[in-house]
């Protein structure tokens, strides 16, 4: 079946967002979206998630869902806000009150009221026109990560990236290099034919382009940490070795307490203001 997909790229983050359709009934669904967030003066402004709904609108589409692949440590999510504009249910996955309990404690904070329409279990499918959407679950970068797979496409997230650049980190809270490894091989089990889109690119060296679609073959051939028939000890010495190099993604701290609230900030204090919290010297410092 015929699946169209638009990519916008925000350079700011690295971050991929998706806008998926089906042609014959111009139903839609959103993945990853992005809300910008300014760290230096703590504004957030919806410029990137404008640029889809100029796209819904230019097509004449209907968003049925708004979808996180995962709680994401990079960008605040737009998923709340596009809801606002979209009436679009908000998906992400059944793992995610996990993370939502992890990060609350971290916090500090209670989210009073479940604000994700629905929780998907692995292997679960929603209609999209005339196409199906399936949840996949792949866990190990956090356990709340899913794939969905749509026609021939598959979004997957942060856990695989394009193949000269690698595989997604293992070291947050919840996080397992060997569960990352098992996930990865639930997407290579895909026909090698599938198209694979993922939800960052940094330019790996050499590369001077962006670029976010590989597909099953390609990654299972080459991909720089997982390609090739790597054994699973092999990756998962590779993967904890890297992990211990690589800082905190530079907007963790506000951007988690956003995103296991569906994009919402956090609810304005007494004083009519809406605030970040920033955990100090904590687990999260690591390394």
């Not at 939502?100 to 916090?107: L, P, S």
């Not at 054994?231 to 307490?257: G, H, N, W, Y």
Request: hydrophobic share 40%.
């Amino acid at each position: 079946m015929s699946v169209k997909v638009d990519a916008f790229f925000d350079e700011a983050t690295n971050s991929v967002s998706y806008l998926v359709s089906d042609p014959s009934s111009g139903d839609a669904m959103i993945i990853d979206p992005v809300l910008d967030f300014d760290a230096q003066s703590a504004c957030t402004r919806s410029y990137s998630a404008d640029k889809i709904l100029a796209a819904v609108n230019a097509a004449s589409l209907t968003v049925r869902y708004c979808a996180e692949t995962h709680i994401h440590a990079d960008h605040l999510s737009a998923g709340h806000y596009l809801k606002s504009k979209l009436g679009c249910q908000l998906l992400a996955s059944a793992r995610l009150p996990d993370i939502q309990d992890t990060f609350e404690k971290i916090y500090n904070v209670t989210v009073h009221h479940q604000p994700f329409d629905r929780l998907l279990e692995d292997a679960e499918t929603l209609p999209l026109g005339t196409l199906r959407v399936t949840s996949i679950a792949t866990p190990g970068h956090t356990p709340a990560c899913m794939t969905l797979r749509v026609g021939d496409c598959a979004f997957v997230g942060d856990t695989l990236f394009m193949p000269d650049y690698g595989t997604a980190r293992c070291d947050f809270p919840g996080g397992d290099a060997k569960v990352l490894y098992q996930s990865i091989h639930r997407i290579f089990d895909l026909p090698e034919a599938t198209r694979v889109f993922t939800a960052h690119d940094y330019l790996a060296p050499g590369r001077s382009q962006y670029a976010w679609e590989s597909s099953v073959g390609e990654q299972k051939r080459t991909n720089i940490h997982i390609g090739g028939g790597r054994s699973e000890q092999d990756f998962i010495t590779l993967r904890t070795s890297r992990d211990r190099s690589l800082a905190i993604p530079k907007l963790m701290l506000p951007a988690v307490q956003v995103n296991i609230r569906a994009g919402q900030i956090p609810p304005a204090e007494g004083n009519g203001v809406q605030y970040l919290k920033i955990p100090v010297n904590t687990s999260l410092a690591h390394p």
